[in-house]
């Protein structure tokens, strides 16, 4: 594609419509929209626009398609894939003043929601009405809703509720000439041709420009038990994740760090996991490595309290559980959480990973969570592998770091890819592929499947100015 040319014309007519101050040329005051929360994703950008609503949202695409300029489409900038930042130097359209709540629907359990609302508002806001969000995720401060659902996020609760794609009733974008479309009354049952929002749901901004998201919303849960479960082996953890998802109703979260991962963060936060083989003062300067152990944080949530039913479950994994804490009032919640929030804070401040996001089907995990340390070091004999995710869903997240934090060899990144689709797992789980995987795609999806990809993006992106560079090869 030939690429239009900012020209003076251009910055005139988007002043117009944005005003002068959402129109951002300064290197300095476009640095932060140009690289990610990695830090491995790093470009740069002539130009930075903050539209206030739909409406400017579109002459705004209007004005760039007529002058043929790329777009990269950022919310909160919190995407992992490296597809939200400029790499090859186009336009940035930042989303995140659109950022209303419109007043929840309780009769229908459903609101309308700003592409640039924040999941942590969208979660206050609804809570007022005694509902609650089906996707949470830690980034929940800076995450939109717009990018949540760009890039069908998923994170703690898909068990329970689904990912981000199950969450939309409705949805209005701006299509890469300006046309908006807005699909919003939110009928549950609503049969009347292609749903767009499932189409927009996971597109990472290569078809549309989400502008506003009609939302699902659950029935709060307010009463919570938590538990910490100290495993020998992964396959013990995923033996006893499977009988918790049979047996649990009220199961909500299902998470897993695996030992490497766990030492490491254990290290981060100055606290030793109350169970397991990392006790003692082990995380004064423990051995970040993959020694086999496995730890699961499971959590129940209903109206009444849950302990008994998580507990009794429990109780029936003796053969398995080497040991337990159980957590019933929020302090000792969040402090077993703790364990689990905090471990891609801990390997951001040890060094620049590849993250590897990857689902493996259950009767393949614990062979991959054994061997994809080997896989890694076959590639990279230096490279440290940190595994942890959402055992759940099978969704391990394999981070992996280079000496002294430095990046491992990309060799890596296909390498575990590569097994993954060996053991007929999907290559990103939840993160996307933006333009980190970009080059794996092929290792789950047909020719005939990335044809159909093509077409859908001729079809409604047939000068390729949105997000040029991600997700399709
Ligand atoms: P951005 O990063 O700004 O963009 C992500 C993609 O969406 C890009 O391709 C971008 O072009 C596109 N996009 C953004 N806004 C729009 C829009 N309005 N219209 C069209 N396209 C758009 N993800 C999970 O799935 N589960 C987790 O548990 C999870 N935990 C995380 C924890 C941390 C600490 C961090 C830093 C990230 C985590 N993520 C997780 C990844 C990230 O938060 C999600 O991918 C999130 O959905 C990105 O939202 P965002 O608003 O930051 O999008
Ligand atoms: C999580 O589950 C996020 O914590 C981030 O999806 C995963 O850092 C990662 O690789
Ligand atoms: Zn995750």
Redesign the pocket.
Known sequence: MSTGVIDAGLIDELTGIVGAVHVLRAPEMTAGYSIDWTRRFAGATPLVIRPGDTAETAAVMSALAAARVPVVPQGGNTG?VGGSVPLAGEAVLSMRRLNICEPVDELASQVTLGAGVTLADAQAHAAASGLSVGVD???RDSATIGGMVATNA???NVLRYGAMRAQVVGIEAVLADGTVVSHLAGLEKDNTGYDLGSLLAGSEGTLGIITRVRLRLHPTQPERATALLAFETAADAVSAAAALRRGVASLHALEAVFEGAMALVSRHLGVAPPVGRLGGDSHRNPPIEDGGGAWLIAEAAARTDPSDELGAAVEELADLVVDAAVALDPAARQRLWAF??N??EA?SAAGI?H?L?VTLPAARLAEFVDGVPDVVRATDPDAQPLL???LGDGNV?V?VLGPGGAEPADEVDDAVLRYVAELGGSISA??GIGTAKLSQLHLNRSEAELAAFSAIKRALDPVGLLNPNVLLP
Do not use: Y
């Open positions: 992992l995720l830690a980034a998923g994170g703690i689990r929030d471990v891609t390997i990973p993250k996001d942890f995710g959402h997240h981070n939840e993160h």
